[in-house]
T-cell receptor, first 116, second 115 residues
Framework: AQTVTQSQPEMSVQEAETVTLSCTYD???????LFWYKQPPSRQMILVIR??????QNATENRFSVNFQKAAKSFSLKISDSQLGDTAMYFC?????????????FGTGTRLKVLA | EAGVAQSPRYKIIEKRQSVAFWCNPI?????LYWYQQILGQGPKLLIQ????????DSQLPKDRFSAERLKGVDSTLKIQPAKLEDSAVYLC?????????????FGPGTRLTVL
């Protein structure tokens, strides 16, 4: 069974600094997708970034980028130039690309606080 | 484009009562998901629909939880009777269902408190 582990329950970062959130996963599959979702205090989950396992190039979305290490089964999120609006819970999620059910498995989340 | 709509946003009930949640997915999205998010945890999939058929309900406590997706669009999730441990946020999400565009879009959730 696939599992997703986020080992940092809470983190804080100064505004304008860079922070990295870690995520590891376990799977025997070769085709899968990885996601980072942000959940602000209002609760609506928003997709931050996604990575297809078959792509070697790390995904980037503006200030957000990932370090995808397939062999190590690691998928960390880097937030550059942190802003107060980045304060939220961040969830790493895994999806099996073969199953056809497109089922997400979420980690337990990292609570990020950006300090002014 | 309108997002995923859910109602109610909050619900407080006594244990052993019943409750129902409603979800309207993004227009055209074939796949609809219900998640349970207990405080301090990540969302856990309860049930997944593809159009109006159930794809995965392996983690749905079927003795008390039920769900349906009317005509492949709206969906309702029901709990009867509720237990204290059902206190959680219930999230609905939808996706187009195509493998290459399978990002899930989430609604604002319904916070259920069982007393």
């Amino acid at each position: 069974a696939q599992t997703v582990t986020q080992s940092q329950p809470e983190m804080s970062v100064q505004e304008a600094e860079t922070v990295t959130l870690s995520c590891t996963y376990d799977t025997s599959e070769n085709n899968y997708y990885l996601f980072w979702y942000k959940q602000p205090p209002s609760r609506q989950m928003i997709l931050v970034i996604r990575q297809e396992a078959y792509k070697q190039q790390n995904a980037t979305e503006n200030r957000f980028s990932v370090n995808f290490q397939k062999a190590a089964k690691s998928f960390s999120l880097k937030i550059s130039d942190s802003q107060l609006g980045d304060t939220a819970m961040y969830f790493c999620a895994f999806m099996n690309g073969y199953s056809g059910t497109y089922k997400y498995i979420f980690g337990t989340g990292t609570r990020l606080k950006v300090l002014a | 484009e309108a997002g995923v709509a859910q109602s109610p946003r909050y619900k407080i009930i006594e244990k052993r009562q019943s409750v129902a949640f409603w979800c309207n997915p993004i227009s055209g999205h074939a796949t609809l998901y219900w998640y349970q998010q207990i405080l301090g945890q990540g969302p856990k999939l309860l049930i997944q629909f593809q159009n109006n058929g159930v794809v995965d309900d392996s983690q749905l406590p079927k003795d008390r939880f039920s769900a349906e997706r009317l005509k492949g669009v709206d969906s309702t999730l029901k709990i009867q009777p509720a237990k204290l441990e059902d206190s959680a946020v219930y999230l609905c999400a939808s996706s187009s269902g195509a493998a290459s565009t399978d990002t899930q879009y989430f609604g604002p959730g319904t916070r259920l408190t069982v007393l």
